[in-house]
């Protein structure tokens, strides 16, 4: 699993055997975690409810996950495509803010992979 903040969000980008599960976007930057289908077919048997759980993880809010950016909701049962992007939408109704991730994310070129 790859996390990154890059300003490419074409699927020209994604490994074969990867989806790429955008957290946040803003301007030309992504927040995102590009992880292997292998792992996530070990890990569970819903993959996309898996990416809405890992969501929830990193951010510490509900969302849901759609096939663009600040699109509808999809199902969360079903397949994921490989090299496809998903992104989580947040719903920020509540008290989060996305003002301290930039911050947090800004300038740094870092990149934890697990294998």
């Not at 990154?4 to 975690?33: A, E, M, W």
């Not at 077919?41 to 096939?67: E, M, N, T």
Request: aromatic share 10%.
């Amino acid at each position: 699993m790859s996390e990154s903040v890059d300003s490419v969000d074409t699927v020209d980008s994604i490994p074969q055997g990867h989806v790429r599960l955008v957290l946040f976007s803003k301007n030309d930057s992504s927040f995102y975690l590009q992880i292997p289908l292998e792992i996530i077919d070990s890990l569970c048997l819903k993959p996309r409810k898996y990416l809405v759980f890992l969501g929830w993880c990193i951010l510490g809010v509900q969302g849901q996950l759609a096939l663009e950016y600040g699109g509808g909701a999809i199902p969360t049962n079903g397949s994921l495509e490989d090299q496809r992007i998903y992104y989580y939408v947040a719903d920020v109704g509540g008290k989060f803010s996305f003002k301290l991730l930039p911050s947090c994310i800004q300038d740094t070129d870092d990149v934890l992979s697990v294998q």
